[in-house]
């Protein structure tokens, strides 16, 4: 009698499972056509059992944790892109900016271009102001001033 015990524990267990399931194939449940959609499921292919809502559920699920992760790739990607031309754009402005002040100037140096303005105008001026007896006498004469 106990060599029979095990296998009929184990027989009535697999019939429950199996009618478990066969339950589930045949109890009608309705099927939002919303998780048909997101599911991504064939609407005519679909019978409103609760295996096939189960079913549907668990798809959607996967859909969504996939969906999930792609995003976070996504965003993942954009972010190091966006490292990427930040850091090359700071480059290139650091570079112009020293550029600038090389030619230009900043508030503690001036640059080239400053120093030879300022210094063609100081020869400018001098020169206006300045001059020797001699162009003075030039000057007289052609503005007819004997």
């Not at 524990?9 to 399931?21: E, K, N, T, W, Y």
């Not at 969906?67 to 976070?72: M, Y």
């Amino acid at each position: 009698m106990k060599k029979w015990i095990v296998p009929v524990i184990c027989l009535v267990g697999m019939f429950a499972l199996g009618c478990q399931s066969l339950i589930n194939r045949i109890t009608p449940s309705e099927t939002p056509k919303r998780l048909v959609k997101y599911a991504q499921a064939d609407p005519n292919a679909v019978w409103p059992t609760l295996h096939t809502a189960m079913s549907l559920r668990t798809d959607a699920i996967i859909k969504h944790r996939d969906t999930q992760l792609n995003i976070r790739r996504l965003a993942e990607d954009d972010k190091n892109e966006f490292g990427d031309v930040i850091e090359a754009v700071d480059v290139s402005i650091g570079e112009a900016k020293a550029l600038q002040d090389k030619w230009v100037g900043s508030e503690a140096q001036p640059g080239i271009l400053w120093s030879m303005v300022l210094g063609g105008l100081g020869l400018w001026t001098g020169g206006r102001f300045i001059r020797s007896p001699h162009e003075k006498e030039l000057e007289k004469k052609v503005n007819g001033n004997s």
